[in-house]
Structures are given as structure tokens and as C-alpha cells.
């Protein structure tokens, strides 16, 4: 537990599991301040919502798929997954990075899923993870020979300064004798 998992492989979202639970309750902070803008702790109230609908935001319905019931974590989400340059005011500014607490209650299939379809999500959802993992490696990977790439020519433009830098001084001193 506690291992930061990259849900879409840019770091848009970001999941952290924090331990497991019993019975969704959620607190939503500003990541900037750490505000409290929204909870259903207050109240003990329980959210619902509808999987792939586009009634929450981008990110909650990228991270709750991949939670398990009584699995507690922290959502971060980049502001292309949350409200975006819009915000949601009056409390949610533009541009603003949210961190979701989350506690997965209980989960209901889908209306008309049989145990089949279940499985079939399950494997589709591995199947992503996997290829976010590769994604995740290969842009790593990238960023390593790009990191290589610059060193080497770094060192190839230091190294000509410094040749010329000493042909400099040499044609210096044998023009004054």
C-alpha cells in the first residue's frame, strides 16, 4: 500500500492506495491550498454515480473502475481530468489540480452484465494497465536516451570550446614574440 500508480500514463491521474475498508464516501481538497470544497463525511452520506457516463469527472471515472470494494485511495487530478481552464466555481478555481480521498462502498454490475462481461472488463482493464505500464516504460525510456542525447552533445560543444579556447591562447602568444 501507499505505491503511487499512474492510471493514465501521463500522470493526469494519479492513484494512491491508502489501506482497505469496509462500505463510495469521498473529501475533495484543493491541491494548491489543501481546502476542503466538497466531502460526503459531513453527512455520511453515500454518492453514486454510473460508470463511463460522463456524470463525474474524467478522473473518477478512469480511478473507480480500478478500485476494489473497501479500498480507500487518494486521487490526484490534473486539471484536464478534473474541471479544467473552466474550474467549477465558486469553489473550484480555473486550472486546479484536485486530490479525492475515496472510499469504494459497494459496487453494482451493470445492468444487464452477466458474470461473463465481468470477467471480460476485468481482463480488458489488466490489458490497460499493462499497456499504460508499457507506455509508461517506453516514454521513460525516451526520456533517458533524450537525457543521454543532450550529455553527449554537451560534452562534444565543451569539448570543441575548449580546443579552441587553447588554439586561442597559443596563436596569442607566438603572434606577440
Known amino acids: 500500500m501507499g505505491d503511487v500508480i499512474d492510471l493514465t500514463g501521463d500522470g493526469g491521474v494519479l492513484k494512491t492506495i491508502i489501506r482497505s ?3 463510495v464516501h469521498y473529501e475533495g481538497t484543493l491541491a494548491e491550498t489543501g481546502e476542503v470544497f466538497d466531502t460526503t463525511r459531513e453527512d455520511n452520506t453515500l454518492f453514486s454515480f454510473e460508470l463511463g457516463k460522463g456524470t463525474v469527472i474524467k478522473a473518477w471515472d478512469i480511478a473507480v473502475k480500478t478500485m476494489k470494494v473497501g479500498e480507500v485511495a487518494r486521487i490526484t487530478c490534473k486539471p484536464e481530468y478534473a474541471y479544467g481552464s473552466a474550474g467549477s466555481p465558486p469553489d473550484i478555481p480555473e486550472n486546479a489540480t484536485l486530490i479525492f480521498e475515496v472510499e469504494l462502498v459497494a459496487c453494482k454490475p451493470r445492468k ?9 472488463e476485468k481482463a480488458r482493464l489488466e490489458e490497460l494497465k499493462k499497456q499504460r505500464e508499457m ?3 517506453s516514454k521513460e525510456e525516451e526520456k533517458k536516451r533524450r537525457e543521454e542525447a543532450k550529455a553527449t552533445a554537451a560534452a562534444r560543444v ?3 570550446l575548449e580546443a579552441k579556447k587553447g588554439q586561442g591562447r597559443g596563436k596569442g602568444k607566438n603572434k606577440g614574440k
Open 21 to 23: 475498508a469496509k462500505p
Open 112 to 120: 444487464g452484465s452477466t458474470f461473463g462481461s465481468v470477467s471480460d
Open 135 to 137: 507506455a509508461a516504460a
Open 158 to 160: 565543451q569539448a570543441k
